[in-house]
């Protein structure tokens, strides 16, 4: 756990791309641990908390808005499950999507490691953002295959010597998002999270899309940054203040029109 209050799992970066020629603890990744809970408390350094007292204001739905929300918040309910056959063909989709020329040797595999994953087993790293948060991890990579392979193989900009582990940065920015956004309450009790809504009744993917996006600007943030794993909160919290300014901005009228939507390349 570093002084900024969180825990945190370090990547270091191999310059020649990831070397999945061994299985030990450090195959292309050499992980460092000062907890394995960094999904979980570590998260909770990465938003603003309120308290119950804060006064804070409340934004009416239209009916439209309302049934999206709705049906976004039973995505959100959903947990990550490893003995549900759907969970277990999207987290294998989400292998061959990463890595289509090497075939997964098992669903509890140190191959989880190549991916940014703390341990074998990618199962208990989903507590912090449930089943959606592979979900956003496909969609990103089905979408924007040439992006998420960016990220996935560090290869855009000077690099960190370590790096932060992109599965588990992705499921921090899926439950940055559920927190910045306000989506586990009734109505939105902030402008961003009233705002987004309006995006979502125009697209059902709009939380996907709003993720891949995210993800994209964290590591231009992580870039111009040029951090490194004991500044990850501090970029993750840079990130959630850049976004909710862009998604404010005036004549923004999808999501497509935000500046940083324009990093991300299919």
């Not at 969970?87 to 940014?116: C, T, V, Y």
């Not at 125009?202 to 231009?220: P, R, V």
């Not at 870039?223 to 203040?241: E, G, H, P």
Request: charged share 25%; proline share 4%.
């Amino acid at each position: 756990m570093d002084d900024r209050g969180g825990s945190f799992v370090a990547v270091r970066r191999i310059s020649q791309g990831l070397d999945r020629g061994n299985t030990c603890h450090s195959t292309s990744a050499e992980f460092v641990t000062g907890s394995s809970a960094w999904l979980g408390r570590g998260l909770s350094c990465v938003c603003v908390q309120r308290r119950e007292s804060d006064a804070r204001p409340s934004f009416d739905l239209t009916p439209a808005q309302e049934e999206c929300l709705l049906r976004l918040q039973s995505r959100i309910d959903i947990p990550y499950d490893s003995c549900i056959p759907e969970h277990q063909d999207a987290l294998r989709a989400l292998w061959n999507a990463a890595f289509p020329e090497e075939e997964l040797r098992g669903l509890i595999s140190e191959q989880w490691k190549d991916m940014g994953w703390q341990g074998k087993d990618p199962s208990t790293d989903f507590r912090g953002g449930g089943f959606i948060s592979l979900e956003n991890l496909l969609f990103f990579a089905h979408n924007f295959p040439k992006s998420f392979q960016d990220l996935l193989r560090k290869q855009e900009g000077d690099r960190s010597v370590w790096e932060y582990p992109f599965a588990v940065a992705g499921v921090n920015i899926t439950f940055m998002l559920i927190q910045m956004l306000d989506l586990e309450a009734v109505k939105p009790r902030t402008l961003v999270g009233a705002t987004f809504l309006k995006f979502l009744a125009e697209n059902e993917s709009a939380f996907d899309l709003l993720y891949c996006i995210t993800f994209k600007m964290m590591d231009q943030q992580w870039l111009s940054m040029r951090a490194s794993y004991m500044d990850f909160n501090t970029v993750m919290k840079s990130t959630r203040r850049q976004l909710e300014k862009e998604l404010l901005l005036e004549d923004i009228m999808r999501l497509e029109d935000i500046p940083s939507y324009k990093l991300l390349t299919r």
